[in-house]
């Protein structure tokens, strides 16, 4: 947040510390640019993330994914390039441990009954986006509309990236706050931000909520994910590992 450089009753503005009378054309010219780039926000800030996304996906030194995209977050990906889905292309399978394996297009997700959760977002690497609206199919109800079988134990979550993996124990993975979101800051998800679909995992450190989201595998066992076979911790819990003493995100 920025201070006033000249707040009222401080040197340097008017006599009596008011600041200088504004004219009517200046007021109504500030006002008319003012009102113009509210109405071009929108329109920028999805302009300089799509532009962010795109370079940070050729840039083989990963400096990009030091400079923040929309809202504060950074944009992270570990393959050199991620082709996009829309409606027409995306699938989200869901096989392994269940009684009936199943396979989502874009709008199947969409009519289905939609969780709106705000949280505050922190990456392990530091940075944290407070007050993040989130909003998708809770997990819960796909596992339960595959019918998970009495021996399975944990999830795995696979991505059309080709690299990235992710897993939860099956008590996680039921957890009401975990989503299979398609929104993010009340809008859809950018394909810079995993989307068209994503997973959300509020209590866990970000890398836990895996992007560009394309399969959900019903396991006996919990297999570490990409960051966890580099040393990251399986259970990602914000504050309660990877060393770090973060406040909670619930």
């Not at 007021?27 to 113009?36: E, F, N, Q, S």
């Not at 398609?182 to 450190?205: F, I």
Request: aromatic content about 8%; some cysteine; charged content about 20%.
């Amino acid at each position: 947040m920025t201070k006033d450089a000249n707040p009222a009753g401080a040197a340097g503005g008017g006599e009596d510390g008011r600041g200088a009378p504004v004219g009517r054309r200046v007021l109504l010219g500030m006002l008319a640019t003012g009102a113009a780039g509210v109405a071009a926000a929108p329109f920028l800030q999805r302009a300089y993330d799509e532009t962010l996304g795109a370079a940070a996906q050729k840039d083989p030194t990963g400096l990009s994914g030091l400079l923040p995209a929309g809202g504060g977050f950074r944009y992270y990906s570990v393959t050199g390039s991620v082709p996009p889905k829309d409606a027409r292309t995306y699938r989200l399978t869901v096989d392994g441990l269940v009684r009936h394996r199943t396979s989502y297009r874009l709008d199947d997700l969409r009519r289905m009954p939609q969780t709106r959760l705000v949280r505050d977002v922190q990456c392990v690497t530091g940075w944290r986006v407070p007050g993040t609206p989130f909003e998708g199919v809770r997990l819960s109800a796909l596992l339960d509309a595959a019918g998970v079988r009495p021996e399975a134990k944990a999830v795995r979550f696979t991505c059309f990236d080709g690299s990235y993996s992710e897993s939860l124990t099956l008590a996680q993975a039921r957890r009401d706050d975990v989503l299979v979101a398609l929104r993010m800051q009340d809008k859809p998800l950018a394909h810079a931000h995993g989307g068209p679909v994503r997973l959300y995992v509020a209590p866990m450190y970000f890398y836990k909520s895996a992007k560009w989201l394309s399969g959900i595998t019903v396991t006996d066992h919990v297999a570490p994910g990409y960051w966890e076979n580099l040393g990251y911790d399986v259970d990602a819990w914000v504050g309660r590992s990877n060393g770090r003493d973060d406040a909670p995100t619930t």
